[in-house]
């Protein structure tokens, strides 16, 4: 079966493989196209498995909000390299399974990975792309939340990302960008101390004991002054007792509160892949 130019452009264009392995491709398929799909699919699951032990470190974190802003999403998508996850198509490839996750709202990220994009499941174009980009891919990280106003920051680079969520409708742009870049600025790990998992609390605590232990303080005197210590660590760990990036004399509570005394932060997730 002889194949013409437009088979092998149709080809790219529903795989993403490049032009030459299209045209090869249909050659070695007789110019069948189903069975020229299914090679280049093949050579996907082939690659994938030869780098499955390979370290996919790089990537992107993009997140994004429906358009009532009221559901967040967010994904992460792994790649060996920084220049592929530079690359303008894995990026796009990145934003189109965030835009299934978005329309779909899966509940997790094995959900996720089982929804179908352009027709077949995300894990399946996951595999096909480790073959068309020659590197492991991996879909490692996908969370979301739902609020009354929810807000979206991607650092650039696409390597950090952030997604905090309001009590109230129509939460003013600048505030809820604000917050926003605090929470992927300052790295907190709750909205309060009431959210800290208490085995967090507690390790905390120890290694605050055992440091002022090494410096001579007495026994009868560790719990007292540890707590001291774990008082502080509260301040820069939860979100709104951080002091805010644009103003230090006040915290991202006293923030909220300026503008609004009603306005409370009711969800966050922070993603970042430099840890």
């Not at 429906?66 to 934003?95: I, P, Q, R, Y």
């Not at 590197?135 to 390597?159: M, R």
């Not at 409370?264 to 997730?269: K, M, R, S």
């Amino acid at each position: 079966m002889a194949f013409t130019t437009a088979d092998v452009v149709k080809l790219r264009k529903l795989t993403g493989a490049g032009m030459m392995d299209c045209k090869n491709a249909l050659t070695d398929a007789d110019g069948n196209f189903d069975r020229a799909l299914e090679i280049i699919r093949e050579k996907g699951k082939l690659i994938a498995n030869k780098r499955a032990d390979r370290e996919a470190t790089e990537g992107v974190v993009l997140a994004k909000v429906s358009d009532d802003k009221k559901f967040g999403a967010m994904v992460v998508l792994n790649c060996e390299t920084d220049f592929v996850a530079k690359n303008d198509n894995f990026v796009a490839f990145a934003d189109s399974i965030l835009n299934v996750a978005l329309a779909q709202k899966p509940a997790t990220l094995d959900e996720l990975k089982g929804l179908d994009l352009d027709g077949r499941p995300i894990e399946e174009q996951v595999t096909e792309q480790t073959g068309v980009i020659g590197e492991k891919l991996a879909l490692s990280f996908y969370s979301k939340i739902e609020a009354e106003t929810i807000v979206a920051y991607i650092h650039p680079g696409n390597k950090l990302a952030t997604l905090v969520g309001f009590n109230k409708e129509n939460v003013e742009v600048q505030v809820a960008k604000d917050v926003a870049m605090q929470a992927a600025a300052m790295s907190p790990i709750a909205i309060d101390k009431d959210t800290i998992p208490q085995t967090a609390i507690d390790k905390e605590l120890e290694i605050a004991k055992e440091k002022y232990r090494q410096e001579g303080k007495p026994e009868a005197m560790l719990e007292k002054i540890a707590q001291g210590s774990l008082n502080k660590w509260f301040k820069e760990v939860t979100l709104i007792n951080q002091a805010f990036i644009k103003d230090g004399k006040i915290t991202v509570k006293d923030y909220l509160a300026q503008n609004d005394k009603e306005l409370e932060i009711t969800a966050f997730e922070r993603y970042s892949l430099d840890g």
